[in-house]
């Protein structure tokens, strides 16, 4: 019965996996601007690294470790990135709500379903060319420990799942308010700032990186990196990832209760 329940998501995920693999010169130019990304900001860190001494190191990290936070950063990023909010005000504005609402699947789960379905695709397809390319040309860690790499591939699975559950939140605005391309785009800005993405959290001002500590945003970005790098000792490897699974649940209950009284008031009009 399990089994059974699952299949239809099983085919959701297949089916985002095969619209990302259509999307073929996206794919192409998703590559290049991951690597342009990286080096842009590997040199602009190496800038600022150049009035310190060889080894010094700012908040904890010297060049090496900078490098490999971003370059880390990144190509974590290709996998759990996903466009849940973008494909919900799709719907809205398309008017297929009543064709999606009308299948016996749970709207949530759907959402979350596609998310995987993209993300795997770019875990098989997008994120090892990109590692590749960026561990020959740059000078980048191997992960701290045997454990932490581990912890690491665990924690870009839950961050997956936090920033599909910020993205479903996001999305499910548009049934209200119709159009949320401005709150898309200053959650996409705020997301790459608080999730430690551009710099580490460490650099915030002090009231900012508290601030942050009582936020999703830091769990989606800056705790796989920081995992990657040993900044947690291997026996301390399950409390971040506990604080990681606590988001998911939360955001993913609160998600729930927020649909269960959303679907209630949905009135659709020919579409």
């Not at 073929?24 to 001494?53: D, M, N, P, S």
């Not at 080894?55 to 849940?84: H, K, P």
């Not at 709150?183 to 990186?209: C, D, N």
Request: positive net charge; aromatic residues 16%.
């Amino acid at each position: 019965m399990t089994a059974t329940a699952f299949a239809p998501y099983a085919a959701f995920v297949r089916a985002a996996f095969l619209k990302t693999l259509a999307y073929r010169l996206r794919y192409y130019t998703g590559v290049v601007t991951y690597l342009i990304y990286v080096t842009t900001y590997y040199f602009l860190w190496k800038a600022l690294y150049a009035w310190k001494e060889p080894g010094e190191s700012m908040q904890g990290f010297d060049l090496e470790s900078m490098a490999t936070y971003i370059a880390v950063g990144w190509m974590a990023r290709s996998f759990y990135f996903n466009n849940v909010d973008r494909d919900i005000a799709d719907l809205i504005r398309e008017g297929d709500v009543a064709m999606t609402l009308a299948r016996p699947v749970s709207f949530h789960g759907m959402m979350i379903a596609d998310a995987f379905g993209a993300s795997l695709f770019r875990l098989l397809c997008f994120t090892p060319p990109v590692a590749i390319v960026l561990f020959l040309l740059f000078p980048l860690k191997a992960p701290a420990t045997g454990w932490a790499g581990l912890a690491f591939f665990v924690s870009c699975f839950l961050s997956l799942l936090i920033f599909a559950h910020v993205n479903l939140l996001v999305g499910m605005m548009a049934f209200r308010l119709h159009s949320i391309q401005g709150i898309m785009r200053a959650k996409h800005y705020l997301l790459e700032l608080l999730s430690g993405l551009l710099m580490p959290v460490t650099f915030f001002p002090g009231w900012l990186e508290n601030l942050s500590r009582w936020l999703p945003f830091q769990d989606i970005a800056y705790l796989p990196a920081s995992l990657y790098l040993g900044r947690f000792p291997d026996a301390q490897l399950w409390q971040p990832l506990l604080r990681q699974s606590l988001w998911v649940l939360g955001l993913g209950l609160l998600a729930a209760w927020i649909w269960s009284r959303e679907s209630r008031r949905l009135t659709v009009h020919g579409g």
